[in-house]
């Protein structure tokens, strides 16, 4: 089972690919939703794209926005250019664009993309016949539903959602950020308002905010919880799914990186029941609480939480380890540490992960410091040579 991270940017699809992912996921500047500070440009795509196939890893490219028609004609250029670079599939839920890729594009994969919002077994038998390659089903799926696909078109591959935001509309179809911020969930552009707290006011009365409550619960009535589908690894490998699929592409470094080491463990654990660790490590990304969302019942009461749309942070990433010279660290700061505190070093092979208390620690010029800060460049000393890649995280 192929186990598909995203790639917000080129620094993210690295750590994505040496933390454990055989596929990856990501938009070029247009036509792919998460549109906005999460793409790449034509030259990134084929660095992507050649970095990817040098490691042995897919890459997956989004195309499915709803296309207008000044869409229509700027894609038969960008899918020959994906052709051309050779981008292993391509992700699309506009039947227009479908028909595009088959002229234009006619050597790349097509999978439908969440955004169709394929529920059934016809649904998916029908764009099989058209000449997907797979299909990326809707959330709103349990594994039954699922088991029953696969026996009726065995034939296409199957991907599904495991881990991630949700939202309380079927796959981003839903206004609410387009009328309020003038941003389309449709066009990649949600800023989640379905997870804000809302007030009234009276006209006359600024400033005097009153609560709206339904209940005691308050307003957080779309506030959708996380899904976490970790534990059920193993019965989604007995059902023969193809593909398991990561949310988060606006998301950090870090959590691309622990999040697919965690599953690529659980796959690798074969069936057998996912280890207390193993789960564990999903706590220490931020995250809201977390839900089995459909997978065995089709109960929306489950899948939200109406108390506060706040992320949880058990965990902080604090920094980047650029550079590794002998037992010397330097590491790119995201969040403050200092002298005393202990941190945590994380690598792709977690057997390499240890904490110490940070005794020392030098910025740029050499001197020695008490505090580092974020957006700076620090050395630290260890009692060990370290892999690349690491990450560097703290309990809160
Ligand atoms: S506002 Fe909320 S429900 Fe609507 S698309 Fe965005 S995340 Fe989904």
Redesign the pocket.
Known sequence: MELLAPAGDIKKLKYAVYYGANAVYAAGNNFGLRAKNTNFSEVHLKEAVDFCHKYDCKIYITVNIFAHNSDIEQLPKYLSFLQKIGVDALIISDPGVFSLAKEFAPNVDIHISTQANVTSWRAVDFWYKLGAKRIILARELGIKEIEEIKKKVPEIELEMFVHG?M???YS?R?L??AFLNNRS?NRGL?T????WEYNLIEKSRPGEFFKIEEDERGSYF?NSKDLNLIKRIPQILQAGIDSIKIEGRMKSLYYVAAVTRAYKAAIEANKNVISPNIQEELNKVSHRYYSEAFFDKFDSSETQYYGSSAYIREYQFVGEVLKVKGTSAFISIKAKFCIGEEIEFIFPDDKNDFKITVNSIFNEENEPIQLTKPNTIIRIELDRKIPDWGIVRKKI
């Open positions: 935001a939202c309380m509309s981003g839903c609410i950020s969930a949600c989640q308002p379905c997870r779309f």
